[in-house]
Antibody
Framework: QVQLVESGGGVVQAGKSLRLSCSAS????????MHWVRQAPGKGLECLAF????????YYGDSVKGRFNIARDNSRKRVYLQINSLTAYDTAVYFC?????????WGQGTTVTVSS | DIQMTQSPSSLSASVGDRVSITCRAS??????LGWYQQKPGKAPKGLIY???KLHSGVPSTFGGSGSGTEFTLTISSLQPDDFATYYC?????????FGQGTKVEIK
């Protein structure tokens, strides 16, 4: 079945970097743009980054430009989110989602907790 | 970036009620608007895309309308499983942006 599975979250010290991974299955990965979305505890949803199907186009939300980097490996059916210079504001559940009809498939999320 | 203003932030309703949630965009997004349902501890679930088209498997009690800058999600008869938080998402231009959310609670 169509599925997205995130990994790579955990407890990380402020100032460090982290790479999240999202593994896709059940659909033609190379035909879809992919997104990362996060949700801080008790807060709403925030779009972070988008990468086109072939990786040539990337967009970032204003709050993460210059600090986050999205990438993909179509041969491995994975999309990545590199997060640099982590702060407490980055503590959140991070979801990957498939772009199609809006965000039509979501992973279960991976939790990032930034400690001081 | 396009700003999405969603209202109300919360509402209380009873099973069987008709409920409406509104989203306003800071600029014309044509019909590039989706609606999502989220329950605690779960990933969001897509309900509607392109303002009025239902995602596969979504009950027909959910409906979407609007274009340009003003959009509405309507639940025609609220069911027990519908108590959740709802978000709009503009998917017309990058970066995509969400509304702040509407929590639908049991009266």
């Amino acid at each position: 079945q169509v599925q997205l599975v995130e990994s790579g979250g955990g407890v990380v010290q402020a100032g460090k970097s982290l790479r999240l991974s999202c593994s896709a299955s059940g659909f033609i990965f190379s035909s879809h743009g992919m997104h990362w979305v996060r949700q801080a505890p008790g807060k709403g949803l925030e779009c972070l980054a988008f990468i086109s199907d072939n990786g040539s186009i990337k967009y970032y939300g204003d709050s993460v430009k210059g600090r986050f980097n999205i990438a993909r490996d179509n041969s491995r059916k994975r999309v990545y989110l590199q997060i640099n210079s982590l702060t407490a504001y980055d503590t959140a559940v991070y979801f990957c989602a498939r772009g199609g009809f809006g965000l039509d498939v979501w992973g279960q999320g991976t939790t990032v907790t930034v400690s001081s | 970036d396009i700003q999405m203003t969603q209202s109300p932030s919360s509402l209380s309703a009873s099973v069987g009620d008709r409920v409406s949630i509104t989203c306003r965009a800071s600029q014309d997004i044509r019909n590039g608007l989706g609606w999502y349902q989220q329950k605690p501890g779960k990933a969001p679930k897509g309900l509607i895309y392109a303002a009025s088209k239902l995602h596969s498997g979504v009950p027909s009690t959910f409906g979407g309308s609007g274009s340009g800058t003003e959009f509405t999600l309507t639940i025609s008869s609220l069911q027990p499983d519908d108590f959740a938080t709802y978000y709009c998402l503009q998917h017309n231009s990058y970066p995509w942006t969400f509304g702040q959310g509407t929590k639908v609670e049991i009266k």
